[in-house]
């Protein structure tokens, strides 16, 4: 099995260092790649299992998601272990902390000067560890120490498989899941965190049977081709939440884009655009699109009402382009001047251009002495056309 791996981004002097990891072949072979990282990186190792949840987790997904099983099975190769045994689970679901705040949006070729689809986001997210950040939440005072930041190490990941569509994808932490990504088909999605709207506490991280949050976009990219097969799948799959709500933005080269979010009692919502730009942060926009008739921000809101009016005033134009959705996203992002409660920065910016399958990501390094933020040169990342089948 052909793997290459490089740093693309950042250092040791930096906030982060970003590993570029490419593996072709069978996606049992895959996934021995991404365990074998996993491993190398996070020092990852299974949990225990519930045997008789581990058992209907693996039933589902060899009928809805045969894929990810596959990958199961290398990293069960990797370890040494018996897939079928059920006494561990073979991939990571680990949750995401509360609190993150995401801007994304999405330019159908009816609008763009060069009738180029593209699909953009800002990744916000804490700089901090994951013990100070347990600290930060529960209002004690934060320790400190060596401890790495939790997102310092995301991956570029490209999956070029003979049984199913090429990927680049990136991933905070999870090498089996996704935060954004494109394949073959043009088709891209972006998960965004939705606190706002969280009215209870988050449930004890524990693997459910069907899909957490951040093996949704995994699951649409390697299924599906389309924003209207996405919707389909979604409307068929069981999913569930293992941290604070989420909600995603999808949107394919041919010009068909929603945003999906599952509401307080389980109802679903596909909201699309009449016209024009499709914008995204961090509150239910199937409550709350109206970019003139929106809530006061708060403290704990993350500013992502003004972050929503602002991104979508500047992508109301009839002549957008992926230059313009930079521009946008960087009036949105957070950075050491932004008014926020919270240590959080614009760890990444990425634009997708749907009609060439490609991803253009800029990563954050560290803060200037002005304030600004500090960021790898542009990088771009093509998708290769899979294996003929």
Aim: hydrophobic share 40%; net charge negative.
């Amino acid at each position: 099995m052909p793997i290459a791996r490089e740093i693309v981004a950042g250092g040791d002097a930096d906030f982060m260092t970003v590993p570029h990891l490419t593996a072709t072949g069978s996606q049992v072979e895959i996934g021995r790649a991404y365990a074998e990282q996993a491993r190398r990186v996070f020092d990852w190792t299974p949990v225990r299992a519930d045997p008789v949840k581990a058992r209907a987790r693996r039933a589902w997904f060899a009928r809805h998601w045969p894929q990810h099983l596959a990958r199961m099975r290398g990293a069960a190769e990797v370890l040494g272990v018996d897939l079928e045994a059920d006494e561990v689970y073979l991939d990571g679901l680990t949750g995401i902390p509360n609190g993150a705040a995401c801007s994304a949006s999405y330019y159908p070729p009816a609008v763009t000067v060069d009738g180029r689809p593209v699909l953009g986001r800002n990744y916000d997210f804490f700089t901090t560890s994951e013990t100070d950040l347990f600290a930060l939440m529960s209002g004690g005072p934060v320790p400190g120490g060596d401890e790495r930041p939790i997102a310092s190490r995301p991956h570029v990941l490209t999956s070029v498989p003979d049984d199913g569509p090429a990927t680049t994808l990136i991933t905070m932490s999870e090498l089996d899941c996704c935060y954004e990504g494109v394949n073959e088909h043009g088709l891209a999605v972006a998960l965004l965190m939705n606190d706002v709207d969280n009215v209870t506490d988050p449930p004890e991280p524990s693997p459910q049977v069907g899909l957490t949050t951040t093996q949704v976009p995994r699951f649409l990219l390697d299924t599906c081709a389309t924003a209207h097969e996405a919707h389909e799948a979604l409307l068929g799959a069981k999913q569930y939440d293992e941290g604070v709500p989420v909600h995603y933005l999808i949107g394919d080269r041919s010009g068909d884009a929603f945003v999906w979010e599952r509401g307080r009692g389980g109802d679903e919502h596909a909201v699309r655009a009449d016209r024009g730009a499709l914008c995204v942060t961090n509150h239910f926009v199937h409550r709350h699109g109206d970019p003139a008739d929106l809530p006061e921000d708060n403290a704990e809101s993350l500013l992502t009402y003004r972050r929503y009016r602002r991104l979508s005033e500047l992508s109301s134009g009839p002549d957008l382009s992926a230059s313009l959705m930079r521009d946008a996203l960087d009036a949105v992002g957070l950075d050491a001047t932004a008014d926020v409660a919270w240590p959080m920065r614009t760890l990444w910016r990425t634009v997708f251009d749907l009609e060439s399958a490609t991803m253009t990501t800029r990563f954050y390094l560290g803060d200037a002495p002005d304030g600004t933020s500090r960021f790898s040169p542009e990088l771009e990342f093509a998708v290769p056309v899979s294996v003929p089948r």
